[in-house]
């Protein structure tokens, strides 16, 4: 069952909204960006599917290999 929500935003972000995802599609939109901060039994399957991006991994692993001579150089 869908309810309907009445939020309030930036008209820029508005006009942004509407020119990148189109009319008709912003709630969609919305409730994908929203729906892991909100339902948690979700959250393993979106971490399952992130895992199986290998160009999304490769890059965290290099960002991590990158930061890791960051932490050796810190005083303790």
Same mark, same amino acid.
């Given at each position: 069952?869908?309810?309907?929500?009445?939020?309030?935003?930036?008209?820029?972000?508005?006009?942004?909204?509407?020119?990148?995802?189109?009319?008709?599609?912003?709630?969609?939109?919305?409730?994908?960006?929203?729906?892991?901060?909100?339902?948690?039994? %979700?959250?393993?399957? #979106?971490?399952?599917?992130?895992?199986? =991006? @290998?160009? $999304?991994?490769?890059?965290?692993? %290099?960002?991590?290999? #990158?930061?890791?001579?960051?932490?050796? =150089? @810190?005083? $303790?």
């Amino acid at each position: 069952m869908q309810k309907k929500l009445t939020i309030t935003i930036d008209q820029q972000v508005y006009e942004g909204l509407y020119a990148v995802i189109g009319r008709r599609r912003i709630s969609r939109f919305i409730e994908d960006l929203v729906r892991p901060y909100v339902l948690h039994q %979700e959250l393993e399957t #979106a971490y399952k599917q992130m895992a199986q =991006d @290998e160009e $999304r991994e490769a890059e965290a692993l %290099e960002w991590a290999e #990158a930061t890791i001579g960051d932490v050796r =150089d @810190e005083t $303790r």
